[in-house]
T-cell receptor, first 112, second 112 residues
């Protein structure tokens, strides 16, 4: 069966520090991968999605970036965090874009 | 652009009763998928039910069922015999050939 992992589960970082959140999927090949952000009490905002290694589409211009160095690995990064980057970050995967997405457990990021 | 609207920010229901959550969407496409996701306090996003637009029969999954009205672009979720564990945020989502589009969510509280 397929599983999706995210780490860390919780992160507290100072403003201006770098960020690296990792997401990996097991049990499937060539998945579509997604990064979402959810502010407190609000809906999901799609940040990036990838249909293959090295292929990244950005939905919202900001100081975050994403990379896909391996087929089942998706990384969300920032060189300098802002206060507004605080939120709950969710990684998701799907077999093909038309199908449902399955979500990881999420990372709670607090920028102080 | 596709949009998804959930007009009920919050709802409550007595345990064992039935509740219906509303969702409308806007698209010019004919083939698409619709989903309901549940996000409990743990914040894990869990797929509740899916509906293919080409299927006239409403999807059911145990106590969860949908009322899919394609002409009206409506996709409501009915939860029967509500349980305390159903307390969560519920998100309606749409997908065609673009990544998932989510509504802003409905916070459901099941009261003992």
């Amino acid at each position: 069966s397929q599983t999706i992992h995210q780490w860390p589960a919780t992160l507290v970082q100072p403003v201006g520090s770098p960020l690296s959140l990792e997401c990996t999927v097991e049990g499937t090949s060539n998945p579509n991968l997604y990064w979402y952000r959810q502010a407190a009490g609000r809906g999901l905002q799609l940040l990036f999605y990838s249909v293959g290694i090295g292929q990244i589409s950005s939905e919202v211009p900001q100081n975050l970036s994403a990379s896909r160095p391996q087929d089942r690995q998706f990384i969300l990064s920032s060189k300098k965090l802002l206060l507004s980057d605080s939120g709950f970050y969710l990684c998701a995967w799907s077999v093909v874009q038309i199908n449902e997405q399955f979500f990881g457990p999420g990372t709670r990021l607090t920028v102080l | 652009a596709q949009t998804v609207t959930q007009s009920q920010p919050e709802m409550s229901v007595q345990e064992a009763e039935t509740v219906t959550l509303s969702c409308t969407y806007d698209t010019s496409e004919n083939n698409y998928y619709l989903f309901w996701y549940k996000q409990p306090p743990s914040r894990q996003m869990i797929l509740v039910i899916r509906q293919e637009a080409y299927k006239q029969q409403n999807a059911t999954e145990n106590r969860f069922s949908v009322n899919f009205q394609k002409a009206a672009k409506s996709f409501s979720l009915k939860i029967s015999d509500s349980q305390l564990g159903d307390t969560a945020m519920y998100f309606c989502a749409f997908i065609n050939n673009t990544p998932l589009v989510f509504g802003k969510g409905t916070r459901l509280s099941v009261i003992a």
